[in-house]
T-cell receptor, first 113, second 115 residues
Framework: GENVEQHPSTLSVQEGDSAVIKCTYS??????FPWYKQELGKGPQLIIDIRSNVGEKKDQRIAVTLNKTAKHFSLHITETQPEDSAVYFCAAKAPSTGNQFYFGTGTSLTVIP | DTGVSQNPRHKITKRGQNVTFRCDPISEHNRLYWYRQTLGQGPEFLTYFQNEAQLEKSRLLSDRFSAERPKGSFSTLEIQRTEQGDSAMYLC?????????????FGSGTQLSVL
């Protein structure tokens, strides 16, 4: 099955700086890569996603890049704000694994005011 | 539409007892998923429904776990003879599905503590 690795596990940045979270996946057939934000006591919330036919996608301060050859994808948050503090999860889905999403282990982001 | 709703939010039980959780998905969503999340880990797939049919079940899922979605709307997840290792957050998600990808919408989860 698919294996998704995520780094770093914790990340602290000053308010206004950028944050980058990286994930790698093992199944070259994976074709959909969402990112989720999870705040304390809440379920994960989809913040951005990318499909394998696209190399980059941007939504305001959030962007995701995908390198299919290297099998890695990254989340970029610019101009970070304290409300960006949360745990972020990457995920991958491959047709070969049916409808299962495989999640990374999460990155705890702290934005220091 | 208020999103995916899960009840109860918290459940404390003694080892050996049975527990049941409920999930109400977003009304027009035909796909429903159950995931389990332990501290410091990402969600782990348990099972998946399309309408009322349970189409996939994790090989890691013990026979003590059973899920239903009787009318293709709400779903229940039952754990029989609970063990301390069952302590986790149980998340429900729903989606419309799609040919290439799908957007999962998660509920706030049910936190289970087995004493």
């Amino acid at each position: 099955g698919e294996n998704v690795e995520q780094h770093p596990s914790t990340l602290s940045v000053q308010e206004g700086d950028s944050a980058v979270i990286k994930c790698t996946y093992s199944d070259s057939a994976s074709n959909y890569f969402p990112w989720y934000k999870q705040e304390l006591g809440k379920g994960p919330q989809l913040i951005i996603d990318i499909r394998s036919n696209v190399g980059e996608k941007k939504d305001q301060r959030i962007a995701v890049t995908l390198n299919k050859t290297a099998k890695h994808f990254s989340l970029h948050i610019t101009e970070t704000q304290p409300e960006d503090s949360a745990v972020y999860f990457c995920a991958a889905k491959a047709p070969s694994t049916g409808n299962q999403f495989y999640f990374g282990t999460g990155t705890s982001l702290t934005v220091i005011p | 539409d208020t999103g995916v709703s899960q009840n109860p939010r918290h459940k404390i039980t003694k080892r050996g007892q049975n527990v049941t959780f409920r999930c109400d998905p977003i009304s027009e969503h035909n796909r429903l998923y159950w995931y389990r999340q332990t501290l410091g880990q990402g969600p782990e797939f348990l099972t998946y429904f399309q309408n009322e049919a349970q189409l996939e079940k994790s090989r890691l899922l013990s026979d003590r776990f059973s899920a239903e979605r009787p009318k293709g709307s709400f779903s229940t997840l039952e754990i029989q003879r609970t063990e301390q290792g069952d302590s986790a957050m149980y998340l429900c998600a729903s989606s419309l599905g799609g040919a290439f990808g799908e957007k999962l919408f998660f509920g706030s989860g049910t936190q289970l503590s087995v004493l």
